[in-house]
């Protein structure tokens, strides 16, 4: 039988993958086992309020090989979960208002990678961000969000997180970026594969990071205490998150629409009706785009959302109509 998760978290580090499996078996009392499943290890954390949770890491970045986009790309192909939750750590913006070790979770990610790079007066360059800035999904924004107002731990900030590939430790580029999004909160370097993959499989996701440095030239002082009480923040506030309210019960759409993944099983039982893994797959990321969906109004809802929901509409009507049509001729 295939393995499957409600929620896959994705870490990047050692120490963030050491700090969710440390949370996770104290919580639990369930030792993370291994699993080796397509050439790639997830580790089997158990389940929280019936939440089945499992843990992958990632090389760092999100383009390079093995890196998140190919990771959650894998994780989401091979677990089929829910939900993806990337944890670990990340650099703040403002050493005034913040403190180590306070949580960042993203409302909205800005990748700022992409860019144009024109002339000004004076021959002075001037740079426009093109990278997009996408919302996390709104119902986990609401789970974490109503966590927090239980939550009597470290800091939990909700905003605009910047993302990219490059590892800021400079003060002059950090607060260039903090110029082209006065909003953000903090930044990292993993969010756009995560956010590009679950885009593209219909997943949800959300990022929780907590800050271990300024990204201001000093990176390297207290570094493994400074990381350590980060990732020890992000995975304590996301196992919160899972005890507070079960995400797998989001599954009164997913367990009569979720499909497995084995090749082999060539249809799959759904509220007692047998369908294709095609149909089943097809309403499962109908559901969640439509819960996406529900967080907007129908005037603020983003272009490209009404397009997929017509598009995905269209093909679970489509794919509806052969079945009932060779149940037919059957």
Not at 180 to 208: H, N, S, T
């Amino acid at each position: 039988m295939p393995l499957e998760a409600d929620v896959l978290i994705v870490t990047v580090t050692k120490v963030e993958s050491q700090a969710v499996i440390q949370a996770f078996e104290q919580s639990t009392g369930h030792q993370a086992t291994p699993d080796s499943i397509n050439q790639r290890l997830y580790f089997n954390l158990g389940e929280i309020n019936g939440t089945k949770v499992f843990l992958t890491q990632s090389e760092m970045g999100s383009g390079g090989l093995d890196a998140s986009l190919l990771t959650v790309c894998k994780g989401i192909d091979t677990l089929s979960p829910i939900a993806v939750i990337m944890v670990g750590i990340a650099f703040g913006i403002n050493e005034e208002k913040q403190a180590i070790g306070d949580i960042l979770v993203t409302e909205q990610l800005r990748l700022y990678d992409l860019q144009r790079m024109g002339t000004q007066e004076e021959e002075q360059p001037k740079i426009i961000l093109r990278g997009d800035k996408t919302h996390a999904s709104p119902w986990l924004i609401n789970h974490f969000k109503s966590t927090d107002l239980r939550w009597d731990g470290a800091k939990v900030r909700f905003g605009v997180v910047l993302t990219g590939e490059k590892l800021v430790d400079n003060v002059d580029f950090r607060n260039q970026l903090q110029s082209f999004e006065p909003e953000a909160i903090g930044g990292e370097m993993e969010g756009a594969g995560l956010y590009v993959a679950c885009q593209d499989r219909k997943v949800d996701w959300i990022l929780v990071k907590a800050i271990c440095d300024w990204a201001d030239g000093h990176k390297a002082q207290d570094k493994d205490a400074r990381q350590e009480t980060a990732a020890q923040n992000a995975a304590t506030f996301v196992l919160e998150a899972l005890r507070f309210a079960p995400i797998g019960g989001q599954k009164g759409r997913g367990k009569s629409v979720k499909a497995t993944l084995n090749p082999e099983s060539p249809k799959v039982m759904t509220n007692q009706e047998v369908v294709p893994p095609a149909l089943a797959m097809a309403r499962r990321s109908l559901a969640i785009l439509e819960e996406q969906a529900a967080g907007f109004t129908n005037l603020t809802i983003p272009a490209h959302l009404k397009v997929e929901l017509e598009e995905k509409r269209q093909e679970v009507a489509q794919l509806g109509a052969r079945l009932r049509n060779g149940e037919s001729n059957g």
